[in-house]
């Protein structure tokens, strides 16, 4: 792939294309999972977990290690099937439309619904701009203007400030922090509906995190957000909605035990166990 | 009273001394005794291989004066009762038939890699994966028998189909009508072809199997195919790895011996005539003349013997330099 940024020429004449896949909308789109459960071979490891994640909105996945918040947050982009023997029941709704019915490839329900993992995974053999691209090229879609998307796309991450002007070196000579935001960029490229994060910021230092959920904050209007997380100030300080999971007994699948408004959550939950692990008491 | 007089003697030497030092350890007993049998290990197979280099430097000697260090290598010509030897044809013919053995090898083995590793189901990837490593055990001779007995006369109608069609290509053509289509590199080509597919299948599947799985889901979340992911991860963090595979194939078809010398019929000029009968390799000669030598000749096929080492030692070389640079983006 030949780079050319050209300062001179007026690039951004063009309007900038907010719909890289035709026909596609790119509206933030409401996410509903209905009755999910999970399987790894023989082992249920979710049971009926229903949820409504809606648009414009940020839903934060809180729960204990080992409770399925990952395995429930990649069964809402098809990325669940893509270890061997894992098993789903139920299913999802993206703006009505089920992502298991067929209407979507599994290739199509991934570029509407991004992810954003907990390690940071940049691809190594390719610069910053050719990662911010990489999903365009892996879709198969094709963009004019290719520079306005990379600058767009690094500043809704919140990136450009620092990358704009070393856009061809590797994506792996950036900080943790950076690297995450860089997965951010290369996720919103693709113009995703729905981009779900996976403990984005674990990885992270305290300073990273805050712009990474700042970045959170700002994306919120023009994409719907999923986020798990560990951290409790954090589902506090980004969510509208929480959900909080629970493996009852030991070897029992996980349950969504309630699910409501972060205030409400975190204030006066219905549930004992809820309020027990929001304030640290166990888990 | 004392206590403090060391460390105050230790903070002066600290002070003083600014200078870079390694922190030394004194290894226990044991890590000795294994340092020890490693290292001996290590100069034992170093010892060895020079050892064999020298004897084959020096059991060369008489051949190349006789004819002469740069004729031996430039001339087409095996006359050892009249001092004229050369090998120049065949060192071609070597790496003629090894580029054959490439070209149909590497796609075969490269697809058959991430067929195991990427599409095919669990069991039958632990079937194949046997089986291969099975056919990679497999002696060459077999291979060799295979090819003359059945492969040779399949090969005729293509090899005369390729004739027809491909003469585009200059080394497709035939240098007369109704030239023989048998004992032809093409044929020893995809015989030894087919012989470095498993060995470079195993490597290559091992090299694609390291790629990191967040790498590969990355690649797969941003909507990419199966295909999309080989190409945008599993390749480029194996290229290092598979350009390694590949010349480990390249090697061995380089020096491949019987299932050549039972096949091919045996030219010294360079044949770029693929389709025909007649091919050069290096190992092929050494194998059905040494039987029968006398000194000169002998030394003559050391020689020979020596010059593909070289040749494979130059192909490594240079593979080196091509594995560094790529992988140094
Ligand atoms: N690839 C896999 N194969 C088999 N079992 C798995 C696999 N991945 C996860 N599991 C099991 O599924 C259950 C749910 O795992 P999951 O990763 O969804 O939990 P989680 O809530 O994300 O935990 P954490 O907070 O530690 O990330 C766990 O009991 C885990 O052991
Ligand atoms: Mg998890």
């Not at chain 2, 922190?23 to 044991?30: L, N």
């Not at chain 2, 002696?139 to 005369?160: T, V």
């Not at chain 2, 000169?296 to 091509?322: H, P």
């Amino acid at each position: 792939m030949t780079i050319t940024v050209s300062a001179a020429e007026p690039t951004s004449e063009l309007p900038i294309s907010r719909d890289p896949l035709p026909g596609a909308p790119t509206a933030p789109a409401t996410l509903e999972a209905i009755g999910i459960s999970a399987w790894f071979g023989k082992r249920k490891v979710l049971e009926r977990c229903s949820l409504l994640m809606e648009a414009r909105k940020v839903t934060a996945l809180i729960g204990p290690s080992g409770c399925g918040k990952s395995t429930f947050l990649r069964i809402l982009n098809r990325m669940h099937e893509v270890i061997p023997g894992a098993m789903i029941a139920g299913g999802v709704e993206l703006d009505g439309t089920d992502i298991y019915s067929g209407a979507l490839s599994p290739t199509k329900v991934r570029t509407r619904i991004g992810m954003v993992f907990q390690k940071p995974n940049p691809f190594p053999s390719m610069t910053i701009r050719q990662n911010v691209l990489a999903g365009l090229r892996l879709s198969g879609v094709t963009n004019n203007d290719k520079d306005a998307l990379v600058e767009e796309s690094l500043r809704r991450a919140g990136l450009w400030n620092e990358v704009g002007d070393r856009l061809d070196e590797g994506g792996m000579a950036l900080s943790g922090g950076q690297q995450q935001r860089l997965c951010i960029a290369r996720a919103l490229a693709v113009k995703p509906q729905v981009l779900l994060m996976d403990e984005p910021c674990s990885a992270l230092d305290p300073i990273s995190t805050r712009v990474v959920e700042e970045t959170i904050g700002a994306l919120a209007d023009d994409v719907t957000i999923v986020i798990v997380t560990h951290n409790m100030q954090q589902a506090a300080r980004v969510s509208d909605r929480c959900a909080f999971f629970l493996v009852e007994e030991s070897g029992e699948p996980g349950r969504i035990v309630e699910e409501g408004p972060t205030a409400k959550m975190f204030d006066s939950p219905d549930d004992q166990r809820t309020l027990d692990y929001v304030t640290g008491r166990f888990g | 009273m004392r206590r403090s007089v060391v460390v105050t003697v230790l903070e002066d030497v600290s002070a003083d001394l600014d200078v870079p030092r390694r922190p030394t350890v004194r290894p226990v007993a044991g890590d000795r005794v294994f340092r020890a049998i490693s290292t001996a290990a290590a100069t034992v197979s170093l010892f060895i291989v020079v050892i064999a280099l020298v004897f084959l430097v020096k059991e060369s000697q008489p051949a190349f004066r006789a004819a002469g260090y740069w004729k031996f290598f430039t001339t087409n010509i095996w006359n050892p009762s009249l001092g004229r030897l050369g090998v120049g044809g065949l060192l071609v013919g070597t790496v003629i038939i090894a580029l054959i053995a490439l070209v149909i090898a590497v796609p075969l083995a490269i697809g058959m890699a991430l067929f195991i590793n990427e599409y095919a189901p669990p069991r039958l990837r632990q079937i194949l994966t046997s089986v291969i490593d099975l056919l990679a055990a497999l002696p060459s001779i077999l291979f060799g028998l295979w090819g003359k007995a059945a492969l040779q006369r399949q090969m005729i109608p293509i090899s005369g189909w390729l004739a027809a069609h491909l003469s585009v290509f200059p080394f497709m053509r035939l240098s007369r009508q109704g030239a023989s289509l048998a004992q032809s590199s093409l044929v020893v080509g995809v015989v030894v072809g087919l012989m470095i597919v498993p060995i470079i299948t195993s490597v290559s599947r091992d090299v694609m199997a390291q790629v990191p799985r967040e790498q590969c889901e990355g690649a797969l979340a941003l909507g990419g195919t199966r295909w999309g992911m080989i190409r945008a991860v599993i390749l480029p963090f194996g290229r290092s790895g598979l350009v390694g595979a590949v010349l480990l194939g390249f090697g061995r078809a380089l020096g491949e011996t019987i299932a050549v010398a039972l096949i091919v019929s045996l030219v010294f000029k360079a044949n770029f005539h693929v389709l025909e009968q007649g091919g050069g390799s290096i190992a092929a000669l050494i194998a059905t003349r040494f039987g029968e030598a006398g000194d000169l000749e002998r030394s003559g096929l050391v020689a020979a013997g020596l010059a593909l080492f070289l040749m494979t030692l130059a192909v490594n070389f240079v593979a080196c330099r091509v594995v560094a640079r790529t992988s140094a983006v």
